[in-house]
């Protein structure tokens, strides 16, 4: 028996746990958010990286119900998501709902009390309702490179930035050439000494559109909020009609390539340069990463880029392949995260007393049923869960299209006496066929190349294949028939009443 007990416990305080606490407190329902870092922001807290913005437009990048007329550009950068979301938590009282410093161990289903027990760094809790809102990019992905431990310089993984941290001056390496290198490569070059850029596949850099928000444009917004939706609307609907079909059939995403290949031609006036620049897969294979100074910093004479592969570290540097010593002050780890193999799946144990992890492992991998809850694993909601990702437009949307279905399973539950809902494995599986079916000839599966989207097995367990319009629509409604439901146990004076 345990001293605290809550209705619902939310994993996380970044966009989802804040965005479900606020529906949450509208609906009246009671719960509590566990969040291992010391403040509000998930992946906008931990990405601090110079350079640090968000590739999506961001009048689209907010909640929908906070919108933010004062952004002050059209792309933003991180502290001002950041400051967006710490406001929003602060305006919606969900700041004094999370725990602080206080990472989830383990969390285990008890069927017999219908709870979730919940072990933490502070004490054990249990709850009716586990909201996990982890983040599927919450966990660096840290390679070994063979004599790592020796370097006698700073090693540091993008997401666990020291924001304190001066490159001035420097000798610095950056591995990896994914979407945060793209972002870190242009300042750590305007300060660095000497830049090394580690590359083991070409990344498709298109044409940036950011600009500055003037101040009569955020006027406007502020007092028309129509013009503000507008323009998310129009960043909504374009990114949509454009991208996906172009993302699900790769013969129309020619436009891309040529997009890219002029962008590369204007930036980089090298031929052998570009050479080694040129992607040979398809763009959009991996996340489409726009940048106007990225390639112009890559061609810079104080910029070397190293395509012979990285053999060893020593205490003054890398050593690569071909035998050449690269000396460094610091290697900046640009290498992602563990995203199909992540730890949080070990956590979790369901009904049958296997983790989430043992689960899937013993099937086809990472899968949910619509993206939110997982056959064996009562009362459990996941945002951002499996194929929940997309590439061209906002995560914000597609973790505010799970909150209504989230919440309308609460509702139900709460009224007709429901202790447990569980979704049935036949619906689980057939959706994951039809999932898999649409992705089989999508650019993520077919584009050549080697993602964060696709498992060890290659099966591609993050992607929505799909407009993101029909993800909300799906999740519109909580759909209770496809659930195994276990009532709750009349009271004892009921039972008493009835005999
Ligand atoms: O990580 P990545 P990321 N030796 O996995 C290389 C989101 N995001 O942090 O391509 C050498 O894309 C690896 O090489 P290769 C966004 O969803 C969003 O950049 O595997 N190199 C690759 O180049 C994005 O997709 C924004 O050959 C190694 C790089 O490291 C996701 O985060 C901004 C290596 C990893 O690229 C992840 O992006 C930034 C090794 N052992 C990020 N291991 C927005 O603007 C890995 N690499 C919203």
């Given at each position: 028996m345990t001293a605290e007990h809550h209705n619902v416990v939310i994993i996380g305080a970044g966009f989802g746990g804040i965005g479900t606490s606020i529906k949450l407190?509208?609906?009246?329902?009671?719960?509590?958010?566990?969040?291992?870092?010391?403040?509000?922001?998930?992946?906008w807290l931990a990405n601090q990286y110079p350079g640090c913005r968000c590739d999506v437009p961001s009048h689209l990048y907010s909640f929908s119900f906070a919108l933010n007329p004062d952004w002050?550009?059209?792309?933003?950068?991180?502290?001002?998501?950041?400051?967006?979301?710490?406001?929003?938590?602060?305006?919606?009282?969900?700041?004094?709902?999370?725990?602080?410093?206080?990472?989830?161990?383990?969390?285990?289903?008890?069927?017999?009390?219908?709870?979730?027990?919940?072990?933490?760094?502070?004490?054990?809790?249990?709850?009716?309702?586990?909201?996990?809102a982890h983040g599927f990019l919450s966990e660096p992905s840290v390679p070994h490179f063979e004599g790592i431990e020796s370097f006698a310089g700073q090693v540091m993984h993008s997401a666990q930035w020291d924001p304190s941290y001066d490159v001035t001056g420097k000798r610095v390496g950056i591995i990896g050439t994914g979407a945060s290198a793209v972002q870190i490569v242009p300042e750590v070059h305007k300060q660095a000494t000497a830049l090394s850029v580690f590359q083991r596949t070409a990344a498709w850099i298109l044409p940036?559109?950011?600009?500055?928000?003037?101040?009569?444009?955020?006027?406007?917004?502020?007092?028309?909020?129509?013009?503000?939706?507008?323009?998310?609307?129009?960043?909504?609907?374009?990114?949509?009609?454009?991208?996906?079909p172009a993302l699900m059939d790769p013969q129309r995403g020619k436009l891309l390539k040529k997009m890219a290949r002029k962008h590369l031609e204007d930036q980089v006036p090298d031929p052998e340069l570009r050479k080694r620049l040129t992607p040979a897969f398809t763009p959009g294979c991996k996340r489409l990463t726009p940048s106007n100074e990225y390639l112009p910093a890559i061609a810079s004479p104080t910029t070397e880029l190293v395509t012979s592969g990285i053999a060893k570290v020593v205490p003054d540097g890398i050593v690569t392949n071909d035998g050449v010593l690269h000396e460094l002050d610091v290697i900046i780890l640009a290498t992602g995260f563990r995203v199909t193999d992540n730890s949080f799946p070990e956590l979790i144990t369901g009904k049958d007393g296997r983790t989430m992890r043992a689960?899937?492992?013993?099937?086809?991998?990472?899968?949910?049923?619509?993206?939110?809850t997982f056959a064996g694993f009562p009362n459990?909601?996941?945002?951002?869960?499996?194929?929940?990702?997309?590439?061209?437009?906002?995560?914000?949307?597609?973790?505010?299209?799970?909150?209504?279905?989230?919440?309308?399973?609460?509702?139900?539950?709460s009224e007709r006496n429901i202790a447990a809902v569980e979704v049935r494995p036949d619906v689980?599986?057939?959706?994951?066929?039809?999932?898999?079916?649409?992705?089989?000839?999508?650019?993520?599966?077919?584009?050549?190349?080697?993602?964060?989207y696709l498992d060890k097995q290659g099966r591609n367990t993050t992607i929505w294949p799909d407009y993101t319009f029909k993800f909300a629509r799906r999740l519109k409604?909580?759909?209770?028939?496809?659930?195994?439901?276990?009532?709750?146990a009349p009271e004892p004076a009921a039972q008493l009443a009835a005999i």
């Open positions: 407190a509208e609906d009246g329902v009671e719960h509590v958010i566990l969040e291992k870092a010391d403040d509000v922001g998930g992946t002050s550009d059209s792309y933003s950068l991180q502290p001002e998501i950041w400051r967006y979301l710490r406001r929003v938590a602060e305006e919606h009282r969900v700041v004094e709902r999370v725990r602080f410093g206080c990472k989830v161990d383990a969390a285990r289903w008890d069927d017999d009390a219908k709870q979730w027990r919940i072990e933490t760094s502070q004490g054990t809790l249990t709850t009716n309702v586990l909201i996990a940036h559109r950011g600009r500055t928000i003037h101040a009569w444009e955020r006027r406007l917004y502020r007092n028309v909020p129509a013009t503000q939706r507008f323009v998310r609307g129009f960043h909504y609907w374009s990114s949509e009609f454009i991208a996906v689960v899937w492992d013993s099937a086809d991998g990472m899968g949910a049923y619509n993206g939110t459990l909601f996941m945002l951002a869960g499996p194929n929940t990702g997309i590439g061209h437009t906002s995560l914000v949307y597609m973790i505010e299209a799970q909150l209504p279905y989230v919440r309308d399973a609460l509702r139900l539950m689980q599986a057939a959706y994951n066929e039809h999932l898999q079916r649409r992705l089989g000839p999508t650019v993520w599966n077919t584009g050549g190349c080697k993602s964060w409604r909580f759909d209770l028939e496809s659930y195994y439901q276990q009532l709750q």
